[in-house]
Structures are given as structure tokens and as C-alpha cells.
T-cell receptor
Framework: GQNIDQPTEMTATEGAIVQINCTYQTSGFNGLFWYQQHAGEAPTFLSYNVLDGLEEKGRFSSFLSRSKGYSYLLLKELQMKDSASYLCAVLLRSNDYKLSFGAGTTVTVRA | DADVTQTPRNRITKTGKRIMLECSQTKGHDRMYWYRQDPGLGLQLIYYSFDVKDINKGEISDGYSVSRQAQAKFSLSLESAIPNQTALYFC???????????FGSGTRLTVV
């Protein structure tokens, strides 16, 4: 099976930075995705990492270390609209190239 | 129009009733998936299909069945609904690499 772990909840202040960590123990790794999901809505794609390093996209950045089985999503200059759940998902060759999702991290941004 | 459309958006049904959730997509993808989401448990895979003639069970297929009527249509059925099937259900498609899912807007199902 696959273990994908991320914190359940995080709280931060508007304008601040928050880092959401994701660790995974899997075989046949083929990439890691981050999705954003507002309450009651569909998940939407944020980022995709397949090689080690940092991918930056505006206020959001995602980092991957394959050797450590570790990724993080960095949210900068937090806005109230960033309050949402953030899902870490791993793509596995051993899982027939399907995504396995973590339980998600609920981020609450306070004024 | 949305790339992935789910109907209905909300449904309340009684225990023992049969119910079908429908999904259609305009992405032209062969791969389609059905997930359920419960608070604190994340997305759990129910069934998936890699083409019209290919249907596979996911992690939690018991109590569910699916039909892939065409490349664009993938339906999920609950033959005899029970209260612990109350959840948010998502349909998704992906490109041939398997990643980059596009999700429908979800169906909130309540079984009373």
C-alpha cells in the first residue's frame, strides 16, 4: 500500500507564509501533485513535480525530494481566499498510473 | 460548459433505494474515475475505467457498480443505498499519463 501523510490543519495570518509538508512511502513513484479544494467544491490542480527541486508559480511553490519521499507546498502572501484544503497526491507506476491522495490539510487564513 | 459534468448535484434518497450518479466529459480522455470523499478521509477510489471495455475496482467498490456507456460517459450506481454511503462523490478524468486529473463539481448524496 501507499502511505501519504500531511498535517490535518494549519492556521496562518493574512499576508504570511505557510508551508504544508507531505511525506510518502511508495514504490514506483512517477510524480507528485498538489490540489486545492474549497469546501464542497471540486479539487483543482495547483502543481506537479516529477524531478527534485522547487517549482514556482506565482504565490505558490512546490518542492520535491524523491530520495527523502518528501514534498512541500509553500503559500506566500496569504489571502483570505486561500482558506481551503490542500491535497497531496502521488502518481504510481505500481498503482497502474493512478493517483493516491493524502487526507488533505485544511488551511485557515485569519485577518 | 464544464469539462466534466456530474448530475445530480445534490440528492437525498432513502435506505434501500437504487440510485445512479452520472458523469460526462468533453476532454476526450479515455481514463475516468469515481471517488468518494468523507471528512478526514480524503478521496477514496471506488471504480476506474481506462477505456470503454475496461472497468476496474478501486479501494472501496463494495456496494457500488459502474457502467461506461461511451468514452464520454461513466455512471456510478448504488444498487441498494445505505446510510454510510452518505458522502460527496466526484467523477474525474485524466490524460494518458495518469496525472493531471480534471474533477467534476461533485454530487452530495445523503441516504436517510
Amino acid at each position: 500500500g501507499q502511505n501519504i501523510d500531511q498535517p490535518t490543519e494549519m492556521t496562518a495570518t493574512e499576508g504570511a507564509i505557510v508551508q504544508i509538508n507531505c511525506t510518502y512511502q511508495t514504490s514506483g513513484f512517477n510524480g507528485l501533485f498538489w490540489y486545492q479544494q474549497h469546501a464542497g467544491e471540486a479539487p483543482t490542480f495547483l502543481s506537479y513535480n516529477v524531478l527534485d527541486g522547487l517549482e514556482e508559480k506565482g504565490r505558490f511553490s512546490s518542492f520535491l525530494s524523491r530520495s527523502k519521499g518528501y514534498s512541500y507546498l509553500l503559500l506566500k502572501e496569504l489571502q483570505m481566499k486561500d482558506s481551503a484544503s490542500y491535497l497531496c497526491a502521488v502518481l504510481l507506476r505500481s498503482n497502474d498510473y493512478k493517483l493516491s491522495f493524502g487526507a488533505g490539510t485544511t488551511v485557515t487564513v485569519r485577518a | 460548459d464544464a469539462d466534466v459534468t456530474q448530475t445530480p448535484r445534490n440528492r437525498i434518497t432513502k435506505t434501500g433505494k437504487r440510485i445512479m450518479l452520472e458523469c460526462s466529459q468533453t476532454k476526450g480522455h479515455d481514463r475516468m474515475y469515481w471517488y468518494r470523499q468523507d471528512p478526514g478521509l480524503g478521496l477514496q477510489l471506488i471504480y476506474y475505467s481506462f477505456d470503454v471495455k475496461d472497468i476496474n475496482k478501486g479501494e472501496i467498490s463494495d456496494g457500488y457498480s459502474v457502467s461506461r456507456q461511451a468514452q464520454a460517459k461513466f455512471s456510478l450506481s448504488l444498487e441498494s443505498a445505505i446510510p454510510n454511503q452518505t458522502a460527496l462523490y466526484f467523477c474525474a478524468t485524466s490524460d494518458p499519463s495518469g496525472g493531471g486529473y480534471t474533477f467534476g463539481s461533485g454530487t452530495r448524496l445523503t441516504v436517510v
